[in-house]
């Protein structure tokens, strides 16, 4: 099984910029596939970006250009960083993890994220 907490989420203005971590323990970090998935209030949750154990990344077409995920194996760590926010993206990020990608895997406590002026 593995643990996720995430952290670095927070109150930023339109345009500013914050950058998400997901510490993982209890196994085997680089076997995992790891995403980013975020919850507004009364939506569904949604996957915002996702990095396979290879490297490769996908993200929604919302936060492309403005988002980035990334891996540091040794450090058992996802990150999420995020530039250029818009109210929109208002939600509690989420991180996941997964051995396959049919698999709910799973999932930290999540982490509040606000954009407003």
């Known amino acids: 099984q593995v643990q996720l907490v995430e952290s670095g989420g927070g109150l930023v203005q339109p345009g500013g910029s914050l950058r998400l971590s997901c510490a993982a323990s209890g196994s085997i970090f680089s076997l995992y596939h790891m995403g980013w998935y975020r919850q507004a209030p009364g939506k569904q949750r949604e996957l915002v970006a996702r990095i396979i154990a290879s490297g490769s990344t996908v993200y929604a077409d919302s936060v492309k250009a403005r988002f980035t995920i990334s891996r540091d194996n040794a450090k058992n760590t996802v990150y999420l960083q995020m530039n250029s926010l818009e109210p929109e993206d208002t939600a509690v990020y989420y991180c996941?993890?997964?051995?396959?990608?049919?698999?709910?895997?799973?999932w930290g406590q999540g982490t509040q994220v606000t954009v407003s002026s």
């Open positions: 996941n993890a997964r051995r396959s990608l049919i698999q709910a895997g799973y």
